[in-house]
Nanobody
């Protein structure tokens, strides 16, 4: 069993930056793919970014490409989401999730509780 805890959210002005962290406990998730998702009020949860277990493969939603960077430090059991040039439309609760299977289809079995990101205009 893996527990995920997000941190680093907060209030920032448009154009600013935040770095979110997703720390795993319970067992190492070095072999897991990890993704970031977000959910704004009244909207569906949406994919933001994903990173492979070794960190060599990353994927981003078009809306964040070029502004957000996902990375991981397996020695620290932590995945990061660096968010630059933030926009008000990035305001949402951000969740990290882990896929322990590594198959051709991504299946997230573990989710964190979320961290609020609010971008003011």
């Amino acid at each position: 069993q893996v527990q995920l805890v997000e941190s680093g959210g907060g209030l920032v002005q448009a154009g600013g930056s935040l770095r979110l962290s997703c720390a795993a406990s319970g067992r190492t998730f070095i072999s897991y793919r990890v993704g970031w998702f977000r959910q704004a009020p009244g909207k569906e949860r949406e994919f933001v970014a994903r990173i492979s277990w070794a960190g060599g493969i990353t994927r981003y939603a078009d809306s964040v490409k070029g502004r957000f960077t996902i990375s991981r430090d397996n020695a620290k059991n932590t995945v990061y989401l660096q968010m630059n040039s933030l926009k008000p439309e990035d305001t949402a609760v951000y969740y990290c999730a882990a896929d322990p299977y590594g198959g051709s289809s991504v299946k997230y079995d573990y989710w964190g509780q979320g961290t609020q990101v609010t971008v003011s205009s």
